[in-house]
């Protein structure tokens, strides 16, 4: 499959398999439609820094960052730190902190019965 640029280059593009077996593109069959793109940053160029550093992270989430880094590298690490800094307020600051809300309303329905108890049985 190939595409032509306005500059006239072709270009192979990659196509995504979300499947685990492969799939073969048979010649004519339309695996999208072409958009016009604006580029953002010339390719091969660095992302942009992140603004928070590692030492940061707010402490109720120290625990959860350290045990995420384990095998990040280092700007995958700042990037952690720049989503868990954003993300703070979301996050419990402890196991009395799980807020409340009065959005969504529901009835547990109980019964004067006893309880049913079967023997286990073997699944096959």
């Known amino acids: 499959m ?22 073969l593109l048979k010649r004519g069959t339309v695996a999208g439609v072409p958009q016009p793109a604006n580029m953002l940053e010339e390719a091969g ?5 992140v603004t928070a550093a590692p030492d940061h992270v707010p402490s109720h989430l120290q625990s959860l960052y350290a045990e995420s880094c ?20 979301v996050f419990s600051t402890g196991p009395t902190n799980l807020g409340r809300t009065s959005l969504v309303k529901h009835d547990i329905m ?15």
């Open 110 to 124: 109980t019964t004067t019965e006893p309880p049913i108890k079967q023997q286990p049985r073997r699944m096959t």
């Open 70 to 89: 384990v095998n990040l590298l280092e700007e995958d690490r700042w990037r952690l730190a720049e989503l868990l800094t954003s993300y703070s307020d």
């Open 45 to 49: 160029t660095c992302p942009s820094k």
């Open 2 to 23: 190939l595409l032509c640029r306005h500059d006239r280059q072709l270009v192979s593009p990659s196509v995504f398999n979300s499947g685990t077996t492969p799939n």
